[in-house]
């Protein structure tokens, strides 16, 4: 397999939304819940005080430029009052009072601004990754992206394509869909891509406005904790079939795995108001399906070297960190503690997404990563599903 990866770039949400703000938002709008008197430690729970996010919360949480009377019209309103007997006076009075109430964001007025914001850092994430690995556009010859809450059509792999001016004959890939699994699924594509040809020089960028989720009108415990957990992140790397001077990775091999007949447990769904990331309490445990499957794989990897070799560092993006503790459980007593620091690490500022286990790389590759030190990559997303690849420092 042998593809190398340069450093990525990582460019956080500059909006820094704190837990308390969250918190006091949730409680006045719905005070009455049932989970509300239990709200402070439900958020504490998360072990997030802050994330970064791509639009300030003030305006995530506005209402739209509509009202109450947006769904029905005025004239079907007033006519509907008018046959129920009312005076033209309460008439006059009842239609002023519903077009005081504003109404929830569109799906446009909320998607809009996020999209714009995802293409922005989308690619200051991209000229940041050309950066670090000494290289130009005009040297990339296949761009792959990930952008999973703001569709659009065309997505951000045109977008990138006009903003960096790559040349006409880029390979684009866009990967809207792949959610979480984004990180490690596109290096996965992009170690085939260079195998078949190790000249071609792949740009990997994921831009993800998890923000775009939340949702003010909803009172479910799940949307609660939604709410809570998302960052806004924009990533990229640089991937290329032989060793450059900037490369710090050698990715080796890659492994795939879908839990069959799990696609309604974690999803997004678009509604009036915008798009809904709805969970389902089973989740958890069909992601560690995935962890005991990726075991396996790599007991049977180094089945010929079973008591010596172990990875040096786990960067790991399971959605959360009920996971990532049955992970240090479920491993083998051998090997060393700490494995999943850098991915806790990366947990106590928000959920990324798509963009998780580059931001988990990054901190790792910061932190100092000895020479021949092995490592393994992993991250699982709606569907259930999951990749993972490992690899060795350079």
Known sequence: MAAYLCPPAVIHGEHAVETRQIVAEVRDRHPHAAWAP?????AASTGIETRGWMLPLETVVAPGDGSGLQAVGIETAQEALARDGFTQQDVDRVIAALEAIPAPQTVQERTAPAWEAVQSYG????????????????????????????????????????????RNDVMLLPATQWACVAGTRSLALAADLVAADPDRVVL???????STTYQPADDTLESLIVRLLFADTAVAAVVTGRPRRES???????????????????????????????????????????????????????QDDPDSWHPDVLLAHPGGTRVLEYMEQTMPDAWPSGLLDYSRDSYTSGNRGGAAVFDILRRAHDAGQKSGSRAVLYAAAPGLTATALEGEWL
């Open 38 to 42: 239990r709200i402070d430690g439900i």
């Open 123 to 166: 690619e200051r994430a991209a000229r940041g990754a050309l950066q670090i690995a000494g290289l130009d556009p005009a040297d990339i010859d296949c761009l792959i992206t990930s952008h999973s809450t703001t569709p659009a059509l065309p997505g951000l792999d045109i977008a990138l394509a006009n903003k960096l001016a790559l």
């Open 204 to 210: 990997v960028v994921i831009a993800e406005a998890l």
């Open 248 to 302: 710090v990775l050698r990715l080796d091999a890659a492994w795939h795995h879908t839990v069959p007949d799990t696609q309604d447990l974690h999803c997004l769904e678009t509604r009036a108001d915008g798009t809904h990331f709805v969970m389902d309490r089973r989740g958890p445990r069909a992601v560690q399906e995935t962890v005991t499957a990726m075991w396996e794989w790599l007991r049977v990897r180094y």
